[in-house]
């Protein structure tokens, strides 16, 4: 009875191994590619223009898409578009430039907040720096804030003021059209004018997205389906499954079942 558990056991432990030492088969859904521009785009981003609503699955966290053409890489992020300058893989970071921004000759014109909501596993990163505007404003503000001369037109005024908190008496509600708050590179403002530093563009660092955790911690890359809308883990031996790679579950279970069996005899 003993050699009978023994063996089974040492049986089992075989199928395991060996079916977790097949990964001879690299991610071949989860291609790296480079856009015409020369921006590598790896896991977790992947290429937008590439996709195929035909086969609507893809490999890359939601929201990761970019949209290459000949010369700009582009994310979206709450319907507004972004040019992807960099992507660092080694530190999670990237850099993007605001679209609807750039090349007003130096003349900063933002139109709208970004909004980074939850769905998306990114963050301000720590090189940024905030740029408050607030255009068309009929009284002048606090001396801390600067004019915008390129924006003043018949009696009104556009002021910024650079900082993470408005001062409280920068009471610019009923004074101003409208506040729009810009991230900008640390870096970008000490080189230049509010204008290139728009154009240098600001930083995000990403993290795991939260329904990718099992499926990477098992080795995989995580996807999507678009037309079930389920999560999908791509397996290193070329399977596809639900949120992990890690079929043991069941044959772990089985495992100790015997094992304890085996100390029971
Ligand atoms: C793109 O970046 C990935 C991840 O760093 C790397 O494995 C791959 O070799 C790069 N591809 C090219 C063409 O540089
Ligand atoms: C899209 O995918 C379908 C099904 O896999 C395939 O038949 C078709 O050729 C693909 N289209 C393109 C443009 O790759
Ligand atoms: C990608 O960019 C091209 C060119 O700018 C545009 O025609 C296309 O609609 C974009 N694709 C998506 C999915 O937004
Ligand atoms: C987007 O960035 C690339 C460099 O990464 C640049 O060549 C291109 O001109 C940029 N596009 C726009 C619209 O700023
Ligand atoms: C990430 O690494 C790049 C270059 O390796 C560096 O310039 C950048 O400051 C780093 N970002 C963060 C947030 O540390
Ligand atoms: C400021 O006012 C000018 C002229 O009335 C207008 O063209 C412009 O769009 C306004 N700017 C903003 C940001 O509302
Ligand atoms: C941008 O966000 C600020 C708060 O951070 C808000 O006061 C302002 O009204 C917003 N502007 C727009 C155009 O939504
Ligand atoms: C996924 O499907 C939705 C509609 O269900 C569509 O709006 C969206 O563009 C699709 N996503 C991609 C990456 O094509």
Redesign the pocket.
């Known amino acids: 009875m003993q050699l009978f558990f023994i063996s089974l056991l040492l049986l089992l432990l075989f199928v395991i191994n060996s079916s977790r030492a097949d990964n001879t088969t690299p991610f071949g859904y989860c291609p790296s590619s480079v856009c015409d ?1 020369g ?1 590598n785009i790896s896991y977790p981003f992947w290429r937008f223009d590439n996709y195929n609503s035909t086969s609507p699955q893809y490999c890359g966290y939601p929201g990761f898409g970019i949209n290459c053409s000949q ?3 582009i994310l979206y992020i709450s319907d507004d578009s972004f ?1 992807v ?1 960099k992507i660092n893989y080694n530190n999670l970071s990237l850099t993007l ?1 605001d ?1 609807d921004a ?1 090349d007003h000759r130096g003349c900063p014109r933002v139109h709208h907040n970004l909004t980074l909501n939850d769905d998306l596993p990114f963050e301000y990163s720590k090189l940024d720096l905030y740029l408050n505007f607030y255009y068309n404003c009929t009284v002048s503000l606090p001396g801390y804030a600067d004019r915008l001369d390129c924006l003043t037109t018949s009696g009104k005024s556009s002021y910024f003021y650079v900082g993470d908190y408005e001062p409280e008496d920068l009471k610019w509600y009923g004074i101003c059209e409208k506040k729009v708050v810009v991230p900008v590179k640390d870096a970008g403002l000490i080189r230049g004018s509010v204008g290139a530093a728009i154009g240098e563009g600001f930083v995000l660092d990403w993290q795991i997205a939260k329904e990718c955790g099992k499926c990477e911690a098992s080795q995989g890359r995580c996807g999507y389906d678009n037309s079930t809308h389920e999560s999908l883990c791509f397996c290193n031996d070329g399977t596809i499954k639900f949120d992990t790679c890690n079929q043991g579950n069941f044959f772990q279970e089985f495992n100790l079942l015997i094992f304890f069996s085996f100390l029971y005899y």
Do not use: A, K, P, R
């Open positions: 521009n921006l010369s700009d890489s040019n300058t430039v679209i750039v």
